[in-house]
Structure formats: C-alpha cells, structure tokens
C-alpha cells in the first residue's frame, strides 16, 4: 500500500468509529432526526432479537421514539469494533463492516428512590452494514443481536408465620 491509500484507510476508519459513535449519541439522546440522518436512503434497522421491529430507519426512528419513552435515561456502549472494509462496483473502500458488542443501562420513567443505578441493562452485538455516499459514510443496515438482560427483580414478601 502507498502512505495515501493508507492515511484515507485511517481516515475512513475515523468516520466509520465516528458514524457508530453517532448512532449510540443519538439513541441515547432521543434524537431521532439525527437517527434517521444517519441512515443510506434504503437502510433499514433490525431490533427484532431485542422485542423490537425490523423496518427502514424512519419506521424504526418511530418506534424507538415510543419504545424509549420508558427509559428516560440510558446509556448504551459500543465496543470492541471491528471494522472490515469491502468492494462495491470494483472500488475498494466503498462498503463496510463493523461488528461491536455493547451494554445498554438504562432506568425506567417514574422510578422512584433517589438512586441512580440502572434498573435494566441489556447487552449484546451489533452487525452494522456502511456504504459510502456523496454525503459520507451512512449506514445501510443496523442489527442489533441481543444476548442479555438484567430486569429489576421483584420483591418478595416474606412468607405469613
């Protein structure tokens, strides 16, 4: 490789961590305009293994927008990326793949007790598919492999004596 297909690998290395990056900012923040702007005008999301739905980014930007209404506060965190570059049209470079695990805490609304742990917490994988547009890197498919959760364990009342 010569140090200029190098230096724009590193740089679209950058604006791929910086585009899943992005999409966890904007789940987090319930920005769902920002979502959707993330997403290739066919890109489609996948929360299917999580209880949610599979459909194209506006349709899931809806559905998140109602679903995370119960957790006013989350924060989701997208590790271990690795990122493959692909071909599209004999161009190297023009398609990705990035794989990442994450953990998801988040609290749910009307929680009462001054504390501010996390009640739920979810974790999994990512498969995350990215074409390169005229207007950058945008991702074309988002599927979210859920492999846990913790839920707030319910009370028990000790038994009558």
Same mark, same amino acid.
């Given at each position: 490789?010569t140090?200029?297909v190098e230096?724009?690998?590193?740089m #679209?290395?950058f604006?791929v961590d910086?585009?899943?990056?992005?999409?966890?900012v904007a789940? =987090? =923040?319930?920005?769902?305009?920002?979502?959707?702007?993330?997403f290739?005008? #066919?890109?489609?999301?996948?929360?299917r293994?999580?209880?949610?739905?599979e459909?194209?980014a506006?349709?899931?930007?809806?559905?998140?927008?109602?679903?995370m209404?119960?957790?006013?506060m989350?924060? !989701?965190?997208i590790v271990?990326r690795?990122v493959?570059f692909?071909i599209?049209?004999q =161009?190297? *470079?023009d398609t990705a793949?990035v794989?990442? #695990?994450y953990i998801? @805490?988040?609290?749910?609304a009307? !929680?009462?007790g *001054?504390s501010t742990? @996390?009640?739920?917490?979810?974790g999994?994988?990512?498969?995350? *598919?990215?074409?390169?547009? #005229?207007?950058?890197?945008?991702?074309? !498919?988002?599927i979210?492999?859920e492999?846990?959760?913790?839920t @707030?364990?319910?009370?028990?009342q000790p038994a009558a004596t």
């Amino acid at each position: 490789m010569t140090q200029r297909v190098e230096l724009a690998t590193v740089m #679209d290395r950058f604006a791929v961590d910086g585009l899943v990056t992005d999409y966890a900012v904007a789940v =987090d =923040d319930g920005d769902w305009e920002a979502y959707r702007g993330l997403f290739a005008p #066919d890109g489609r999301a996948d929360y299917r293994s999580a209880g949610g739905i599979e459909g194209d980014a506006d349709q899931v930007a809806g559905w998140l927008a109602q679903s995370m209404e119960l957790f006013p506060m989350r924060q !989701h965190l997208i590790v271990n990326r690795r990122v493959r570059f692909g071909i599209l049209e004999q =161009d190297t *470079g023009d398609t990705a793949r990035v794989q990442a #695990d994450y953990i998801n @805490p988040m609290r749910f609304a009307g !929680h009462d007790g *001054g504390s501010t742990a @996390p009640d739920f917490v979810c974790g999994g994988r990512y498969a995350f *598919g990215l074409l390169r547009t #005229d207007d950058g890197w945008r991702l074309r !498919h988002v599927i979210v492999q859920e492999k846990w959760r913790r839920t @707030p364990r319910t009370l028990q009342q000790p038994a009558a004596t």
